[in-house]
């Protein structure tokens, strides 16, 4: 609507409550473009390429791949997983083990045994390292709610003698 526009009278009592801000800013759709090209230039740096929920879409579309039956696409995304997992993780660390199983799991899919239990291997040696301290902390927790079920609903319960066998399995 301009100045010299003709309005009815009933709409012109209308549109008279309005305050229009004649004021047109140009600079606006420039600010927004060069928001756009910089959200693009962190794109095509990579800047979220190595992003840990990055790794983690890999190693589920790996795991998708798997199941559907394409193992050479699954190798590939769980590849993809464990370089992004080592870049961000190290190579010790719980995702980089998960990651090696799965490359163990598509390898074993696709019937190349030999590479599959590299992969095992690898993934049983890193959580072997990781969690060698687990089991005598389990091991103290079953001891103390062994102590606490024997006096709260006595050592024949249910509870007491999972608590006992859990001991007993930690301490072989």
Not at 79 to 101: M, N, P, T
Request: net charge positive; aromatic share 12%.
């Amino acid at each position: 609507m301009t100045r010299d526009s003709i309005i009815d009278w009933p709409l012109n009592q209308c549109v008279s409550s309005i305050q229009w801000n004649t004021k047109v800013h140009y600079d606006i759709p420039f600010q927004l473009q060069d928001l756009q090209d910089k959200a693009n230039n962190c794109l095509e740096k990579g800047l979220l390429a190595n992003h840990a929920w990055v790794g983690s879409i890999y190693n589920n579309l790996g795991s998708a791949y798997n199941t559907k039956g394409q193992h050479d696409v699954a190798i590939t995304y769980h590849e993809q997983s464990l370089q992004i997992r080592i870049h961000i993780f190290g190579i010790h660390h719980v995702d980089v083990a998960a990651s090696y199983h799965n490359l163990g799991t598509a390898y074993s899919r696709k019937g190349v045994y030999d590479k599959a239990i590299e992969y095992y291997e690898q993934s049983l040696q890193m959580k072997k390292q990781l969690f060698k301290g687990e089991k005598q902390t389990a091991c103290k927790y079953y001891e103390e709610a062994w102590k606490i079920y024997n006096v709260v609903v006595g050592q024949f319960h249910y509870q007491a003698l999972l608590a006992k066998k859990r001991i007993k399995e930690l301490s072989q």
